[in-house]
């Protein structure tokens, strides 16, 4: 095997209609993760530092409050894997996704969305591309409920992404599982628990839990990365229990 990749899709965003592409790559060192395919989705016309700088982040990251575009605490240097392989697909190192090309893929686990939101991605590449994959070993994560070309479909492999013990409860009254970010100092609804990778030091691979709808418990994670001091000051208030 010659490539660490493919492309999966290239055409319009679900979001917006401007142009993205998605690329699968077989390897990671993540060490969160571990040794799951990785999935990246950004537009096809502009790398993924210029895109933010401009706002058209939101071909790929819709309406969510964390882009950096809008000064938010995402937690994904852009400058770093998403830049390297948007570069490397621009030279023509992802060969298209036929049926030889992704067999490095069948059986994996999958990420679905290292960057990006796989809302912006047509159902159907998703779906076919879990029928590959090995079952219960995915994860994945959405901020677009609220959007208005949201595809609810999404949610049967997705968790939906909250930032507050109101959203969360609002979204769970939808029958969606979700996946929340709480300050460090923030408490757990009693219907969540705290992510296995913080807790007990368990890799998502080994997990599974965050595959959207087919489970029952919700999970929370406290806030991470080199921006999170910006989520701590937003959501403070927000994420104290008592005042929802």
């Keep these: 095997m010659k490539y660490k990749g493919v492309v999966l899709y290239k055409g319009p965003s679900v979001l917006d209609g401007a142009p993205i592409v998605v690329i699968a790559t077989f390897e990671t060192s993540n060490v969160k993760t571990g040794d799951m395919v990785q999935t990246w989705i950004m537009r096809d016309d502009i790398d993924p530092i210029e895109a933010s700088k401009q706002g058209l982040d939101a ?17 994904v240097n852009i400058g770093q894997a998403p830049l390297s392989i948007w570069r490397a697909y621009k030279r023509g190192a992802y060969p298209m996704a036929t049926m030889a090309t992704i067999e490095p893929i069948i059986g994996r686990a999958l990420r679905i969305g ?8 047509p159902f159907n590449i998703w779906d076919g591309l879990i029928r590959a ?9 959405t901020h677009q409920v609220a959007h208005k070309n949201f595809d609810h479909r999404i949610l049967k492999f997705c968790m939906a992404s909250a930032d507050t013990p109101k959203q969360a409860r609002k979204l769970h009254a939808m029958g969606a599982r979700t996946f929340r970010v709480k300050t460090s100092e923030g408490d757990f609804l009693p219907n969540e628990i705290e992510c296995l990778s913080d807790s007990k030091g368990v890799q998502c691979i080994d997990c599974g839990l965050c595959d959207g709808k087919s489970g029952q418990v919700n999970i929370a994670i406290s806030v991470h990365g080199s921006r999170a001091n910006r989520y701590e000051t937003k959501y403070q208030n927000a994420n104290i229990i008592a005042r929802v």
Excluded at 61 to 73: D, F, K, P, Q, W
Excluded at 133 to 141: A, I, Q, S
């Design 133 to 141: 994959v090995k079952p219960k070993t995915r994860t994945g994560y």
């Design 114 to 121: 290292a960057y990006g939101d796989p809302a912006a991605v």
């Design 59 to 75: 071909t790929v990251c819709g309406s969510c409050v964390h882009r950096h575009s809008l000064g938010g605490a995402c937690y």
